[in-house]
């Protein structure tokens, strides 16, 4: 073995380090500052400790808290400490698993005799911050399989045991830190004392391994920080997503609603909600009859034998709704999970020649999935939902052109409804799971590279993410962060080589032959309902001007000021501005608060002066009162913050 290795790092340098230098080693030869910030590491894209000894020549990142990575240990360490001072304050619990999430971690734990509640949290985080203090390091070790048997079942532990009856003999490995230890396959901090503040967050049920039939145990949620401030500043951000809920938002604002007699996860679109939602389509029907889309309308079922075809079936027939039978013996329709498959037949309806080529499809079209009722969430999580969905059909010489127009038109709806702060992940196949997917792996690679040559020609900041892809081909996902810096996925675009295979789609070549075009999936809303529920969130329900349900309310001094306030709104109206009169007979100041809690964007005083002037007074959301105003002037100013708000109107 060579004394010396070579350290590659991200930025290209390389370190010489003797053989056996740990990722903390090379943190402190590059700075001491980064040596007390580094939490994690990864070497040859393998997650290690930050004390793990490097013997071979590799490719090393060091993680700081900032890092998704560096929180990812931070958290599953802390899940750790959760697990060592809940077995100190309630004896004989029976530990399961506790992962790190996406906001922090859980552990499940069965309680036994112990009944633990939200008024014990505090005396939890307590017991947590005490043993934090010890500065315990986290220490991993091998152990065979009989061994971590034996381990578990004297501990009584039928939890832990059933997981390592799952593992092979070789893989096991525990973390021990001060007089506790648990099965665990590593990426720690180097030590508890890193951890400053803690706050557990909530308490719920969950099933063992996630299934009904198994026993119910509880299961604690957290989140850790290496410093106060980013607790209180984290503390501040959930009271701040509390307000802007679109649940919340969505019932204040009278957007949608859901009925238990019409069904879980159904929504019911409200007028204004229904406004909205039908001005987002607007905007993009019109920006997708530029780019060169033709409109389709596809049935809400399908028999089951197109979803056969397409290899829906087999890869989400569990989680669709059961099959309609009908009065024909054997025959079966299924509620239409995917716009896909109905898209291919509509290709299928014609003859096609090379130049006719591409052919783009678009469709707001409904679909239904059978969603498991305790993940449904507002609109974020339903069982009926509508997709911006569009299917372009090409040759391959055309598809390079084809996914930058796609890349080009998400852009596009990302500007104009304000979401500029995103990152792109260039979704591939897991080549260790060939099962869960369908088609020729040439095609896949092909399909693959051209998602990140179009990427890389658009200068997109990507990642690539092996295991995300669609069972029928990999895609090109938009990681957007909202307003409170919370990262959604919104818009996504697949190439897809296998469903024309499957359903036999061909066009005419140049050559006279037959041949198979490639298929582009695009949706860049994703689905209306979720859209809509981000849109709230991240807006605070202060949509952009050209989207608001109600543009501008007009408040009513008195009864005798109604006729000027109808004069009014038919003069916004003929200038295409929404308005609507709030001649109730309550004071003006509530009708200004009622106005401001609704989020309506200008509100216009109608009083004496303003009927005899033939003027408005205008004011803001927020307060900013504007005075008075013509008429016109008054219009100017709405089409005016429209069209700065949105491009369409100043690129048409």
């Known amino acids: 073995m060579s004394s010396v290795i070579d350290i590659r790092l991200p930025d290209g340098a390389v370190k010489q380090m003797p053989t056996g230098s740990t990722p903390f080693d090379v943190a402190r030869e590059i700075s001491e500052g980064l040596a007390r910030a580094i939490v994690s590491a990864s070497y040859n894209g393998t997650v290690v400790e930050t004390k793990t000894p490097l013997n071979e020549n590799g490719e090393l990142v060091l993680y700081t808290f900032n890092d998704a990575a560096g929180k990812q240990a931070f958290w599953h360490s802390s899940a750790h400490l959760l697990a060592q001072a809940l077995?100190?304050?309630?004896?004989?619990?029976?530990?399961?698993?506790?992962?790190?999430?996406?906001?922090?971690?859980?552990?499940?734990?069965?309680?036994?005799?112990?009944?633990?509640?939200?008024?014990?949290?505090?005396?939890?985080?307590?017991?947590?911050?005490?043993?934090?203090?010890?500065?315990?390091?986290?220490?991993?070790?091998?152990?065979?399989?009989?061994?971590?048997?034996?381990?578990?079942?004297n501990a009584g532990n039928e939890y832990k045991t059933e997981l390592i009856e799952n593992l092979e003999d070789g893989t096991i490995t525990f973390c021990d830190h001060d007089d506790f230890t648990d099965l665990c396959r590593g990426g720690h901090i180097p030590n508890t004392g890193i951890v400053k503040a803690v706050k557990l967050t909530n308490i719920a049920?969950?099933?063992?391994?996630?299934?009904?039939?198994?026993?119910?145990?509880?299961?604690?949620?957290?989140?850790?920080?290496?410093?106060?401030?980013?607790?209180?500043?984290?503390?501040?951000?959930?009271?701040?997503?509390?307000?802007?809920?679109?649940?919340?938002?969505?019932?204040?604002?009278?957007?949608?609603?859901?009925?238990?007699?019409?069904?879980?996860?159904?929504?019911?679109?409200?007028?204004?909600?229904?406004a909205l939602r039908e001005r987002l389509e607007q905007f993009l029907r019109k920006a997708q009859t530029k780019a060169g889309y033709?409109?389709?309308?596809?049935?809400?079922?399908?028999?089951?034998?197109?979803?056969?075809?397409?290899?829906?079936?087999?890869?989400?027939?569990?989680?669709?709704?059961?099959?309609?039978?009908?009065?024909?013996?054997?025959?079966?329709?299924?509620?239409?999970?995917?716009?896909?498959?109905?898209?291919?037949?509509?290709?299928?309806?014609?003859?096609?020649?090379?130049?006719?080529?591409?052919?783009?499809?678009?469709?707001?079209?409904?679909?239904?999935?059978?969603?498991?009722?305790?993940e449904l969430h507002g609109l974020t999580r339903v069982r009926g939902f509508t997709q911006d969905d569009a299917h372009i059909f090409c040759t391959p010489e055309q598809l390079n052109d084809e996914f930058i127009g796609v890349i080009d038109l998400v852009l596009y709806v990302f500007n104009a409804l304000g979401f500029k702060d995103f990152k792109t992940q260039v979704s591939v196949r897991d080549p260790e799971k060939p099962e869960k997917y369908i088609g020729?792996?040439?095609?896949?690679?092909?399909?693959?590279?051209?998602?990140?040559?179009?990427?890389?020609?658009?200068?997109?900041?990507?990642?690539?993410?092996t295991g995300e892809a669609a069972f029928y081909g990999p895609k090109l996902d938009f990681m957007v962060k909202d307003a409170l810096g919370r990262s959604w996925q919104l818009g996504t675009?697949?190439?897809?080589?296998?469903?024309?295979?499957?359903?036999?789609?061909?066009?005419?070549?140049?050559?006279?032959?037959?041949?198979?075009?490639?298929m582009i999936h695009r949706?860049?809303?994703?689905?209306?309902?979720?859209?809509?529920?981000?849109?709230?969130?991240?807006?605070?329900?202060?949509?952009p001007l050209w989207l608001t349900p109600t543009q501008v309310q007009l408040l009513c001094v008195s009864e005798k000021h109604e006729k000027y306030a109808k004069k009014v709104s038919k003069f916004l109206?003929?200038?295409?501005?929404?308005?609507?009169?709030?001649?109730?007979?309550?004071?003006i100041g509530k009708k200004i608060?009622?106005?401001?809690?609704?989020?309506?964007?200008?509100?216009?005083?109608?009083?004496?002066?303003?009927?005899?002037?033939?003027?408005?007074?205008?004011?803001?959301?927020?307060?900013?009162?504007?005075?008075?105003?013509?008429?016109?002037?008054?219009?100017?100013?709405?089409?005016?913050?429209?069209?700065?708000?949105?491009?369409?109107?100043t690129t048409n």
């Not at 020729?440 to 993410?465: F, H, N, P, S």
């Not at 897809?496 to 140049?510: H, T």
Request: hydrophobic share 35%; glycine share 8%.
């Open 440 to 465: 020729d792996t040439a095609l896949w690679e092909k399909a693959e590279q051209a998602i990140i040559d179009a990427a890389e020609q658009k200068g997109l900041d990507y990642v690539v993410e």
């Open 87 to 153: 077995e100190q304050l309630y004896p004989d619990i029976k530990l399961t698993i506790g992962p790190a999430i996406e906001s922090g971690f859980y552990y499940d734990v069965d309680t036994g005799e112990h009944t633990i509640t939200e008024k014990d949290l505090a005396v939890i985080e307590k017991r947590m911050l005490e043993l934090a203090r010890g500065k315990h390091e986290f220490s991993m070790r091998e152990a065979s399989k009989a061994d971590a048997l034996t381990f578990y079942e």
């Open 523 to 543: 949706a860049p809303f994703g689905s209306m309902e979720r859209f809509v529920a981000i849109l709230i969130e991240h807006t605070g329900g202060n949509f």
């Open 294 to 374: 033709d409109q389709v309308v596809t049935p809400h079922i399908g028999q089951k034998e197109l979803y056969v075809t397409s290899g829906h079936y087999e890869k989400y027939g569990a989680d669709s709704f059961q099959p309609i039978n009908t009065p024909a013996e054997g025959e079966e329709f299924l509620l239409k999970p995917m716009n896909c498959p109905h898209h291919c037949e509509i290709f299928n309806a014609s003859p096609w020649s090379y130049r006719d080529l591409p052919i783009r499809y678009a469709e707001f079209g409904t679909v239904y999935r059978y969603e498991q009722s305790g």
């Open 205 to 274: 049920g969950a099933y063992w391994r996630g299934d009904e039939n198994n026993k119910q145990l509880t299961r604690i949620y957290g989140v850790t920080f290496p410093k106060q401030k980013l607790l209180t500043e984290h503390l501040e951000l959930i009271e701040e997503a509390k307000k802007r809920d679109h649940r919340k938002l969505g019932a204040e604002l009278e957007l949608f609603t859901f009925s238990q007699k019409v069904g879980q996860g159904l929504p019911l679109w409200l007028p204004k909600g229904a």
């Open 573 to 587: 109206e003929n200038n295409e501005i929404r308005a609507l009169v709030d001649d109730r007979s309550e004071t």
């Open 593 to 649: 608060r009622e106005a401001e809690m609704s989020k309506v964007p200008y509100m216009v005083i109608i009083g004496e002066q303003e009927a005899v002037q033939q003027t408005v007074s205008v004011r803001q959301h927020g307060g900013n009162d504007l005075g008075a105003m013509p008429l016109d002037t008054f219009a100017t100013l709405i089409k005016n913050r429209a069209a700065e708000e949105i491009e369409i109107f």
């Open 493 to 518: 675009i697949q190439v897809d080589y296998n469903l024309p295979e499957r359903f036999d789609l061909n066009y005419k070549g140049s050559d006279n032959e037959m041949h198979r075009p490639v």
